[in-house]
């Protein structure tokens, strides 16, 4: 008899005992995880277009002409962008032309939407002085998870200070961004 109880294995009560702890893990887990993802995805991509600001924000000074700043917002059809560009039209303006200034693309499929502004077709959001390299205007372009609230992050164009990024999230040397 005791070689038959060495040989044993597991109870069904302790398989079910131990599946549903595991469960219940899961259960708390995974949507902590999707959350943190989505988070950590809109922070990437407002910094990724803070730098394409920057760079636009230096060749006005290099070029010594206005470097304006144009959204095209996606379409059901199109992804939209955030552009550089020397024309101030902003119907002129296309995601697809290359002038030789950098873009930032918004793809229809992509986890991160812009928030604010919210406009429905392109326009001129603002420009950098070729004397001073400052932008035109005060605004903030804020990104998100879809069309989530509260977790918000962007940058904060400021006329007077110049770029820079916000977080309603976790980036620690961020401030918040304004509603």
């Known amino acids: ?28 887990a995974v949507p902590t995880y999707v959350s943190s993802h989505k988070t950590a995805k809109v922070e990437s991509t407002a910094m990724q277009l803070l730098s394409v600001l920057e760079v636009g924000q230096s060749e006005s000074l290099k070029r010594h002409r206005n470097v304006y700043v144009h959204y095209i917002p996606v379409s059901n059809e199109f992804g ?6 020397e024309t101030s039209d902003a119907k002129e ?26 406009e429905t077709g392109p326009v001129k959001l603002f420009h950098f002085s070729h004397m001073t390299g400052l932008p035109s205007t005060n605004t ?40």
């Open 1 to 28: 008899m005791s070689y038959w109880n060495r040989l044993r294995g597991f109870s069904l009560i302790e398989m079910i005992t131990t599946l549903s702890v595991l469960a219940v893990v899961t259960a708390v």
């Open 80 to 85: 939209g962008c955030i552009g550089l560009s």
């Open 93 to 118: 303006f296309s995601c697809s032309d290359n002038e030789g200034f950098q873009k930032f693309f918004l793809d229809i499929d992509d986890l991160v939407a812009v928030q604010s502004p919210v």
């Open 140 to 179: 903030t372009l804020k990104l998100s998870a879809g069309s989530e609230t509260g977790k918000e992050s962007g940058i904060m164009i400021r006329q007077y200070s110049g770029l820079k990024g916000c977080s309603n999230t976790a980036v620690s040397d961020w401030d918040a961004c304004p509603s």
